[in-house]
């Protein structure tokens, strides 16, 4: 992934690679070693907000990417990306494993995948596994609100 970022900007020195938690920890951290670029991690706070904690800093000016395991909607890496620019970071662009959205999330910048699929999802209401009464099953980080 790192090949696939520096396309982005040829050239170009990241100094700062950016993940969320928890998904993002070991590839943000990989990336950001095959780039020679620091490492830092979001994760969110009681009130579920994703924030900067345990000394993490951004100077004023960095070049930063954002990596992360898989987008869905692109909420998280969104939230990352808007940390890192309400700190003065320069953010260039966004890379992932996988890209579940097929390509439509917006990040706002630049970004690439390894891997884009194309995964159906449903409004509540034309869920048919809401309508056959099946269980909810919360397979990802955030919490579940009433559907699938």
């Known amino acids: 992934m790192a090949v696939e970022l520096e396309r982005l900007e040829p050239g170009l020195k990241i100094d700062v690679v950016a993940s969320p938690a928890m998904g993002g920890l070991i590839i943000g951290h990989e990336v950001a070693r095959a780039l020679g670029a620091r490492f830092i991690f979001t994760e969110r706070d009681a009130e579920g907000k994703m924030v900067l904690r345990r000394?993490?800093?951004?100077e004023?000016?960095?070049?930063?990417?954002?990596?992360?395991?898989?987008?869905?909607?692109?909420g998280s890496s969104r939230e990352v990306i808007g940390i890192l620019r309400a700190a003065g970071a320069r953010?260039?662009?966004?890379?992932?494993?996988?890209?579940?959205?097929?390509?439509?999330?917006?990040?706002?910048?630049?970004?690439?995948?390894?891997?884009?699929?194309?995964?159906?999802?449903y409004a509540p209401e034309d869920c048919p596994l809401c309508q056959a009464g099946s269980p909810v099953v919360k397979p990802g980080?955030?919490?579940?609100?009433?559907?699938?």
């Not at 260039?92 to 999802?121: C, F």
């Not at 980080?141 to 699938?148: D, G, L």
Request: aromatic residues 2%; proline residues 5%; hydrophobic residues 45%.
């Open 60 to 74: 004023p000016g960095e070049t930063a990417v954002m990596v992360e395991d898989v987008v869905t909607t692109g």
């Open 55 to 58: 000394g993490f800093q951004i």
């Open 141 to 148: 980080s955030r919490p579940v609100h009433a559907a699938h």
């Open 91 to 121: 953010v260039v662009g966004a890379g992932s494993i996988i890209d579940r959205s097929g390509g439509a999330a917006d990040l706002g910048v630049p970004r690439v995948a390894l891997k884009t699929l194309e995964v159906v999802s």
